[in-house]
């Protein structure tokens, strides 16, 4: 049977509604529109504003903060973020004394060739004319449920050891190499940061999968992207004077490491009796 969440009447996206809970979640900003409604407390007549996105039927509320954020991301103008993607997240907000979910828009812009997050099959449009715009878009939808009695054939509960990271996981096994990977170690530190800031911030913002490996040149080269967001607006405090030497001095101190883990694996093969 299915759980009485279905049951509820809504009228915008919520965050139980996000296909991954634990991480980004990337969708296509697909139009903006505004409705007039009237206030039941004052019977005051307000606007409010609706971001929609690409294969979704209810929007997401816009309020100031996820209007900055979006400005941020695609510019001044409403025209530049139609067909942009943004990353989704779900946070904790604490108002009132109650501290409960809420949606986030991410403050870095996902890989624009980032495939988008399927979408759950109850939150999908029915309408023919916006579901052609989002199988243009790319956008995949997720195949419908079936949830049985006493919970046999029920979908499985995301969890963070199972849960996906649509369009931000790492597509196929490039990794970030030793060049891209010293470039942006020095990035860091012109900005008096370093890996571990990174590290730590990643990991807040639902991407630990980017920043798993033991050595930064390990890592998957769709880190790229986000770190470069990220830094690209700290200022700079720190003046490198021989950028070469540095990039050959990061870049030498982790080839011993990688050239030993490698002899290791290679001495565990020989000890396999076959």
């Known amino acids: 049977m299915p759980d009485w969440s279905s049951f509820k009447q809504k009228y915008v996206i919520e965050p139980d509604d996000l296909p991954n809970p634990h991480g980004p ?3 296509v ?11 039941i407390k004052s019977k005051e007549v307000r606007t409010r504003h609706n971001l929609y996105l690409a294969g979704w039927d209810k929007p997401l509320r816009l309020n100031n903060t996820r209007v900055d954020i979006i400005k941020m991301l695609f510019g001044p103008s409403t025209e530049q973020a139609i067909g942009g993607k943004i990353a989704l997240l779900v946070g904790m907000s604490n108002a009132y004394g109650e501290t409960r979910p809420v949606i986030t828009i991410h403050a870095y812009s996902p890989h624009q060739d980032a495939e988008p997050a399927p979408v759950p099959d109850r939150c999908a449009t029915r309408s023919n004319m916006r579901l052609a715009q989002a199988r243009e878009y ?5 195949p ?5 009695a006493g919970g046999a054939g029920a979908a499985a509960p995301i969890t963070p050891a199972h849960a996906g990271t649509p369009g931000v996981a790492p597509a196929g ?6 060049e891209t990977a010293a470039e942006i170690c020095l990035l860091l530190r012109e900005r008096n940061r370093d890996w571990a ?7 807040s913002g639902g991407m630990a999968a980017l920043v798993a490996a033991e050595l930064p040149p390990e890592c998957p080269h769709a880190l790229r992207s986000p770190a470069w967001a990220i830094l690209k607006d700290l200022p700079l405090v720190n003046n490198i004077q021989d950028r070469d030497a540095a990039k050959h001095e990061l870049i030498n101190r982790w080839r011993p490491t990688l050239a030993q883990e490698a002899a290791k694996v290679a001495a ?7």
């Open 25 to 27: 979640n990337v969708v």
């Open 29 to 39: 900003i697909e139009s903006i529109d505004s409705e007039e409604y009237t206030d």
């Open 138 to 142: 790319g956008v995949p939808f997720a």
């Open 144 to 148: 419908p449920q079936k949830r049985l």
């Open 173 to 178: 096994d490039k990794k970030l190499g030793f």
């Open 197 to 203: 800031w990174l590290k730590k911030h990643m990991e």
């Open 268 to 274: 565990e093969d020989d000890d396999i009796p076959f």
